[in-house]
């Protein structure tokens, strides 16, 4: 087949697509895939933490508590924490979906989550469970879904569907505490196999789904279409210019170091800088959570049903705070939804550990936890994309966000590396007190930072920021 020939048969297959946006249903079917996308999305994310304690006494042979448990869930947790690796191949994989499309990639990210997580459930041996954490934890972080909903969905609606369906996935995860209370069985460990079942189904039955359901969205289908309808001697003008534009954003833009050199040679972004790296590092008890919770059950604190409401109630709990921290945002500004946000987290982590440290009602820990996290990654969330973009200049905006991200990283690897390490040391069913002592005074002390230290952005003109 020519090349002529195979770009007439893409601007059909196009040309359908573009006739297909207008069909009366359309939007309202794909509305509804990419919600099912995300809850996948969401789901993947949570499944292996959930059911953690139980994983590691099945793959290793042990139980929980015991010497040899904590020196398997350090070593374990030390290498899959390298499995985050992958995410330095991310940035290369998603610029595909700008050659060839959002659709293919939305199809391969959720069938891709599917195959992690069988390759999680049918594993035996250490290197394949491995293997299939590396597969979730590359595909998924791509969030396709997002960017078809802001492609596809009326600008005005933009904000309230991308809040909605994030909202929505994240209270599915009370699912997965569903599926624990059906289907494990703590006294044969190998059951954890079974809360993964039926998200792998969901995945592969709506990643085939999307292929007959989901169309290219409009705005990749136009470029593409006005690419492919124009001449030999457009094509030639529009690379030169595209040449030179990217010569001219190169000239303009800074390099990695750059950036780190504008974020620390400036109070403001300096301020930034540091409370996202305490942040981060301060997060480190969401991976432990299971744990925690399993520590209260072992030392008799909580029993088996008190364990099964927690994991229930606190997503949606989550889903519902989350959604309510995004209008925070935009209606008192950032310092002060900041400081909501912040002390809805280190309350909620204060609560939430002292329910696994002594007696207290389950739908009172499941409240704290889900509130926690909720303001936990709302003020992450504002602290990385909102607050720096808004106080840095146009030419090096993407630079710094992105720079002010690998922060945020290194405090996120750290936190990995001392959750494991105190596994190791202090013991599994000592972990409530000791990441407790641990990030609650880190948390405090990051809002204190950012009360004393940042200033407010929320009324700054973006063409025209005035650093510090």
């Known amino acids: 087949m020519t090349k002529q020939e195979k770009e007439q048969r893409e601007i059909a297959r196009l040309e359908r697509a573009s006739a297909f946006h207008q069909h009366r249903h359309y939007f309202l079917i794909l509305i509804v895939v990419l919600s099912i996308v995300y809850i996948v999305d969401e789901l993947t994310s949570s499944v292996r933490g959930i059911v953690e304690t139980q994983t590691i006494c099945d793959l290793f042979n042990t139980t929980f508590g015991s010497t040899e448990y904590n020196n398997a869930s350090g070593t374990l947790g030390l290498v899959t924490t390298g499995a985050y690796l992958i995410y330095l191949v991310s940035p290369f994989y998603k610029s595909l979906a700008d050659r060839f499309g959002r659709r293919i990639f939305l199809i391969i990210n959720t069938l891709g989550m599917g195959v992690g997580m069988l390759v999680c459930i049918i594993s035996k041996s250490i290197p394949l469970y491995i293997l299939g954490t590396v597969i979730m934890t590359f595909f998924t972080p791509n969030d396709m879904q997002v960017i078809y909903i802001m492609e596809c969905a009326p600008k005005e609606h933009r904000a309230k569907l991308c809040s909605i369906t994030k909202g929505l996935a994240l209270i599915s995860v009370s699912l997965l505490g569903l599926f624990v209370k059906l289907f494990v ?24 789904a999307a292929i007959y359901f989901v169309k290219e969205t409009p705005v990749y289908t136009e470029k593409r279409l006005e690419y492919l309808r124009s001449s030999e001697e457009e094509r030639q003008a529009a690379a030169e210019a595209e040449r030179l534009a990217q010569e001219n954003e190169k000239k303009n833009s800074v390099s990695v170091w750059g950036a780190f050199k504008y974020i620390f040679t400036h109070r403001q972004t300096r301020a930034i800088a540091i409370v996202a790296f305490i942040l981060a590092f301060s997060t480190g008890y969401t991976g432990k959570y299971q744990p925690m919770m399993q520590a209260g059950v072992t030392n008799g604190v909580m029993n088996n049903n008190a364990y099964n409401i927690i994991l229930m109630f606190y997503p949606v709990i989550n889903g519902i705070f989350t959604m309510i921290g995004g209008f925070l945002t935009d209606s008192l500004g950032r310092k002060k939804s900041a400081l909501i946000l912040g002390l809805w987290a280190a309350f909620g982590l204060a609560v939430f550990a002292y329910g696994c440290i002594y007696p207290l009602n389950p739908w009172i820990v499941g409240l704290a936890y889900g509130i926690s996290i909720a303001g936990l990654w709302s003020i992450s969330d504002m602290i990385y994309f909102v607050i720096t973009s808004e106080s840095t200049p146009t030419e090096i905006r993407a630079s710094v966000v992105g720079s002010m991200q690998l922060v945020g990283m290194v405090g996120t690897g750290l936190n990995m590396v001392y959750n494991n390490v105190v596994t190791m040391v202090a013991g599994s069913l000592n972990l409530p007190v000791v990441l407790t002592v641990a990030y609650l005074p880190l948390l405090t002390l990051s809002l204190i930072i950012m009360m004393l230290k940042v200033k407010e952005t929320r009324d700054v003109d973006l063409d025209n920021v005035r650093v510090d």
Not at 185 to 208: E, K, M
């Open 185 to 208: 069985n703590d006294a044969v460990p190998s059951t954890w196999r079974n809360v993964f079942i039926i998200p792998i189904i969901l995945a592969f039955v709506i990643g085939i």
